[in-house]
């Protein structure tokens, strides 16, 4: 069975940390690209973060950049996703998603583009 599974969102403070981590099974994600997208109520769903799973270039949204730190671990078939200096607007359902045809061109991932997609974790930032 092919599926991404979440974990690591929760309630935290603003300034806070977590790491959010998404661990692949079924599938080797050394073959794909995985990211991190977010969606807020009433918003559309967007990027966040790619990594390739083959080279491990990683990519950013503007607005998480110098904030968020996406990794790779092959070996557990994970990434994670780790977020400092959480803001509100931080606030949303993680999704991770894997894409096969955005391998070596993370640039152009996009939802459209995803194979699998996990089932979300929630992260709320709030004092």
């Known amino acids: 069975q092919l599926q991404l599974v979440e974990s690591g969102g929760g309630l935290v403070q603003p300034g806070g940390s977590l790491r959010l981590s998404c661990v692949a099974s079924?599938?080797?994600?050394?073959?794909?690209?995985i990211g991190w997208f977010r969606q807020a109520p009433g918003e559309e769903r967007e990027g966040v973060s790619y990594?390739?799973?083959?080279?491990?270039?990683?990519h950013y949204a503007d607005s998480v950049k110098g904030r968020f730190t996406i990794s790779k671990d092959n070996a557990k078939n994970t990434v994670y996703l780790q977020m400092n200096s959480l803001k509100p607007e931080d606030t949303a359902v993680y999704y991770c998603?894997?894409?096969?045809?955005?391998?070596?061109?993370?640039?152009?991932?996009?939802?459209?583009?995803?194979?699998?997609w996990g089932q979300g974790t929630q992260v709320t930032v709030s004092s």
């Open positions: 998603a894997a894409d096969s045809a955005s391998l070596f061109t993370i640039a152009t991932m996009t939802s459209e583009s995803v194979d699998y």
């Open positions: 990594i390739s799973g083959g080279d491990g270039s990683t």
């Open positions: 079924g599938f080797l994600l050394d073959y794909y690209a």
